[in-house]
């Protein structure tokens, strides 16, 4: 029998139900359709410039003395943005992270931007598991989070949320595996003389 004849008697034997679900096994996720790809791009490009727009604004109305509200009004829909897994590439590879800093770096004059706003952001950052060295580089966000680590008007709860991000982001930075227990000799030795850290007795 000839391999179309084959295929044919085969599909034949398959129902209907059957045929439209192997058709989908073939196909890639809707999301990295090259479709799907050029619309995320365009959505996220948007929402960005979106977010330097109310950044801009907000410092325009603090300046004049009036009330700030965009920024607050758009970090609900850029908190659900940021937890789609499949737009967070784009919004890395785009400047997400850079625009982020210009929300959340205080004013000249060391005043904070909302606590919404920072509780919101900090949290959403901490699901966002898939920043490399490059994106660090170019947002120097990792300089606001300190700041906010050692602001006097900074919560607990987000000190703590920020130290933590910096722990992890120089461990991005330096190439140190994300666990302690995981480094070699001399990639601990490295991590304490960076952190400043006491030799543990069982490197001695």
Not at 72 to 95: D, N
Not at 137 to 148: A, P, Y
Not at 163 to 181: C, K, S, T
Request: with cysteine; aromatic share 4%; charged share 35%.
């Amino acid at each position: 029998m000839s391999t179309d004849r084959q295929l044919s008697t085969s599909t034949a034997e398959l129902t209907d139900f059957e045929i439209i679900l192997e058709r989908k096994k073939k196909r890639p996720p809707w999301w990295e359709r090259d479709e799907a790809r050029i619309a995320c791009a365009k959505n996220v490009k948007l929402l960005l410039e979106r977010m330097k727009k109310a950044a801009c604004d907000d410092e325009i109305h603090r300046r004049q003395g009036r009330l700030v509200m965009q920024k607050l009004l758009l970090v609900r829909e850029v908190k659900k943005t940021l937890q789609k897994t499949f737009l967070q590439g784009a919004l890395l590879e785009q400047g997400v992270l850079q625009v982020i800093a210009q929300w959340l770096n205080p004013t000249a004059e060391g005043t904070l931007c909302t606590l919404t706003i920072r509780e919101t952001l900090l949290k959403a950052l901490l699901q966002l598991t898939c920043i490399k060295k490059s994106h660090l580089e170019e947002s120097r966000l990792i300089n606001v989070m300190r700041k906010l680590r050692e602001h006097p008007d900074e919560t607990r709860d987000n000190k703590k949320r920020a130290r933590e991000l910096v722990d992890r982001w120089n461990r991005v930075r330096y190439g140190i595996a994300m666990q302690p227990l995981q480094l070699s000799r001399r990639e601990w030795s490295s991590y304490k003389e960076k952190r400043g850290l006491k030799t543990p007795s069982t490197y001695r």
